[in-house]
Nanobody
Framework: QVQLVESGGGLVQPGGSLRLSCAAS????????VGWYRQNSGKQRELVAD???????NYADSVKGRFTISRDNAKNMLYLQMNSLKPEDTAVYYC???????????WGQGTQVTVPL
């Protein structure tokens, strides 16, 4: 069973930065797609950013230019650098790894990010 464990969430003032980390129990490069999703109370889980095994990255329009997804294959780690944080970025952030067509789909337990008004 694959495990994904997030860390790095917390409370940060508007305009601040956080870096989320996700530790995978197996080679991060073995997954077709890895990424970050977020969910706020009462809303659907939404894609924040993802990256293919080939290194192509994709971002939600709301975070383009502020967030950067990256990975360290040697450490089996996935990261999300979040800059210029806004109150609307407040959510539980989840690490995800899935196959093409979601033939497999793994989630972490989530980490809370709070940016107060």
């Amino acid at each position: 069973q694959v495990q994904l464990v997030e860390s790095g969430g917390g409370l940060v003032q508007p305009g601040g930065s956080l870096r989320l980390s996700c530790a995978a129990s197996r080679s991060i490069s073995s997954f077709n797609v890895v990424g970050w999703y977020r969910q706020n109370s009462g809303k659907q889980r939404e894609l924040v950013a993802d990256m293919t095994s080939g290194g192509f990255s994709n971002y939600a329009d709301s975070v383009k230019g502020r967030f950067t997804i990256s990975r360290d294959n040697a450490k089996n780690m996935l990261y999300l650098q979040m800059n210029s944080l806004k109150p609307e970025d407040t959510a539980v952030y989840y690490c995800n790894a899935h196959g093409l067509g979601f033939i497999y789909n793994y989630w972490g337990q989530g980490t809370q990010v709070t940016v107060p008004l």
